[in-house]
T-cell receptor
Framework: GAVVSQHPSRVICKSGTSVKIECRSL??????MFWYRQFPKQSLMLMAT?????????EQGVEKDKFLINHASLTLSTLTVTSAHPEDSSFYIC?????????????FGSGTRLTVV | EDQVTQSPEALRLQEGESSSLNCSYT??????LFWYRQDPGKGPEFLFT???AGEEKEKERLKATLTKKESFLHITAPKPEDSATYLC?????????????FGAGTRLAVHP
């Protein structure tokens, strides 16, 4: 149980275009989902926290207009990188928490490698 | 400021050579410490959660321990398939229970 599916696993896009990444909780309802960014050989940096049905909370320094997050249902959150540029190339990972796990249940997706050319 | 520091940054072991990874934390009121394993190009995989000093948890060749200032991940007789990056993380005191602050990780390579 507690599986988080992230899609796509890899995507290459042209500079100036937008890319959408999906994160789905397959066997539980995720009241809260998190989006992280990871650079090579570096740790995970939290970008934003999204709660179902409400606006996402962005971490300091994260451009909310560039990284659009939607959490319209209890099983799906999406991250859209708008007007992507090469510096947005990175590994993006989502994480989800189910209400019944109390405070400490976090399951991660398998990540999305974004390359902007 | 809440902070998590892991050492060493990288560790190379021979198969069967036991060792320990360290995770030091500074947080005002620990509400749990998480250990994850991350393989290249993959998301982190949950290993353990420790809540109080003195607590220990084991899974196969891995054993996690916790003190008031740090946690250790002991690897006994490692195998090449244990090669991965090991991450530890804590929820910050402020910001609710939703966030996790991650350490930079320890890249472990186990050679046959």
């Amino acid at each position: 149980g507690a599986v988080v599916s992230q899609h796509p696993s890899r995507v290459i896009c042209k500079s100036g275009t937008s890319v959408k990444i999906e994160c789905r909780s397959l066997d539980f309802q995720a009241t809260t989902m998190f989006w992280y960014r990871q650079f090579p050989k570096q740790s995970l940096m939290l970008m934003a926290t999204s709660n179902e049905g409400s606006k996402a909370t962005y971490e300091q320094g994260v451009e909310k207009d560039k990284f659009l997050i939607n959490h319209a249902s209890l099983t799906l959150s999406t991250l859209t990188v708008t007007s992507a540029h090469p510096e947005d190339s990175s590994f993006y990972i989502c994480s989800a928490r189910g209400e019944e796990w109390g405070n400490y249940g976090y399951t991660f997706g398998s990540g999305t490698r974004l390359t902007v050319v | 400021e809440d902070q998590v520091t892991q050492s060493p940054e990288a560790l190379r072991l021979q198969e069967g050579e036991s060792s320990s990874l360290n995770c030091s934390y500074t947080v005002s009121g620990l509400r749990g410490l998480f250990w994850y394993r991350q393989d290249p190009g993959k998301g982190p995989e949950f290993l353990f959660t420790l809540y109080s000093a003195g607590e220990e948890k084991e899974k196969e060749r891995l054993k996690a321990t916790l003190t008031k200032k740090e946690s250790f991940l002991h690897i006994t007789a490692p195998k090449p398939e244990d090669s991965a990056t090991y991450l530890c993380a804590v929820p910050p005191f402020s910001g609710g229970y939703n966030k996790l602050i991650f350490g930079a990780g320890t890249r472990l390579a186990v050679h046959p």
